[in-house]
């Protein structure tokens, strides 16, 4: 299953995000959000979803995934956050986990609205944050 989807996506996953897609196959947020900071804007992004293999094409890697001109170039879409906006992981030179927010859209050859929120998936997952809305961030 993953062997197929580096083939197709013409790339190779980092170990720690394969590790994740084996055990959970991406996933929803129930009832809370989890929030990450995103410290180049200083704004904390509410997640909805890690994409998955072979899901419904809403929260599909393949489907986010089936053409180049959708995100800046060396990017795949991993996930979506509460704005619309995807969580990128970098590919080539870019390594890590990204935020794209999609106002960029319009230009998404351009890195524009990218911003690196970790520097690999497991420190992504670490960073996690439950989002409580009498609260705040615990």
């Known amino acids: 299953m993953l062997d197929c989807l580096e083939e197709r996506l013409d790339t190779t996953l980092p170990k720690d995000y394969k590790q994740f897609l084996r055990k959970y196959n991406g ?30 094409n809403k929260y599909s890697l393949n489907y986010w995934n089936r053409s180049n001109d959708e995100f800046p170039p060396n990017y795949l879409a991993i996930g979506e956050v509460g704005n619309g906006g995807k969580l990128l992981l970098g ?12 106002m960029f859209r319009e230009s998404p050859l351009v890195e524009e609205g990218v911003y ?23």
């Open 27 to 56: 996933g929803t947020v129930v009832v809370h959000y989890l929030t990450f900071l995103v410290e180049g804007i200083n704004e904390v992004i509410p997640l909805e979803v890690l994409f998955g293999i072979d899901v419904e």
């Open 91 to 102: 590919n080539g030179n870019n390594k890590g986990i990204f935020y794209w927010n999609n």
């Open 116 to 138: 690196k929120v970790a520097d690999n998936f497991d420190a992504f997952l670490d960073g996690l944050k439950k989002f409580n809305s009498n609260l705040g961030i615990v």
